[in-house]
C-alpha cells in the first residue's frame, strides 16, 4: 500500500507518573513474507522538523525504529531480549538499554495493528516503561464530482 494512516497512541510511566500521546501521521506501507517496512514523517509529534521515521518489523517480530536515516537514534524492541541502543538528544548521545517485554504483531498485507511493550535503561537503572499502540489503515482517497448548470 502506498498511502497509509497510523494512529500512534504511547504511554511512558516514569516513577509512577504516566505521560500519554496520541497522533496521527501518513506514510507508506510495504508487506512482504519477510516483514514489514514502514515509512511515515513524525515531526509534528517530535516538535522537530522534517523527522522521517523507518519501522520495521522482520519475520521473527524484532522491531527497529529509526529516525532520519539514524541521525536520531535506532531502537530495537524483541520481545524476551535486551539490546543497547544508540539514542541521540540535543545534549548528547546515550546508550540506552531496551528489553522487549512483549511484540504484538498482528499487520497483514491490508495493514493493521502493531503494540509494543518495552522498558528503557540507563547506566542498567530503569528509566521507563512503555506501551505503543500503532494502527495502521489504507488512506482512502475521497473524489467528488460536482454538477453545475441545469
Do not use: W
Not at 13 to 19: A, H, T
Not at 72 to 85: Q, S
Not at 93 to 100: A, E, P, R, T, V
Amino acid at each position: 500500500m502506498d498511502n497509509i494512516v497510523l494512529e500512534i497512541k504511547s504511554t511512558q510511566e516514569i516513577d509512577g507518573q504516566s505521560d500519554k500521546t496520541e497522533f496521527v501521521s501518513y506514510g507508506k506501507y510495504l508487506y512482504s513474507e519477510n516483514g514489514v517496512e514502514v515509512t511515515y514523517d513524525e515531526s509534528v509529534a517530535l516538535g522537530v522538523d522534517n523527522v522521517t521515521t523507518n519501522l520495521t518489523v522482520d519475520k521473527n517480530g524484532v522491531v527497529k525504529i529509526i529516525r532520519n536515516n539514524g541521525d536520531f537514534g535506532c531502537l530495537v524492541v524483541e520481545e524476551g531480549k535486551r539490546h543497547l541502543c544508540q539514542y541521540h538528544t540535543a545534549y548528547g548521545n546515550l546508550m540506552i538499554g531496551i528489553y522487549g517485554n512483549k511484540v504484538e504483531n498482528e499487520l497483514k498485507s491490508y495493514g493493521g495493528n502493531l503494540t509494543l511493550i518495552y522498558s528503557i535503561e540507563v547506566n542498567s537503572g530503569l528509566l521507563s516503561r512503555n506501551k505503543v499502540e500503532i494502527k495502521i489503515r489504507e488512506e482512502k482517497q475521497m473524489f467528488f464530482i460536482f454538477g453545475f448548470g441545469p
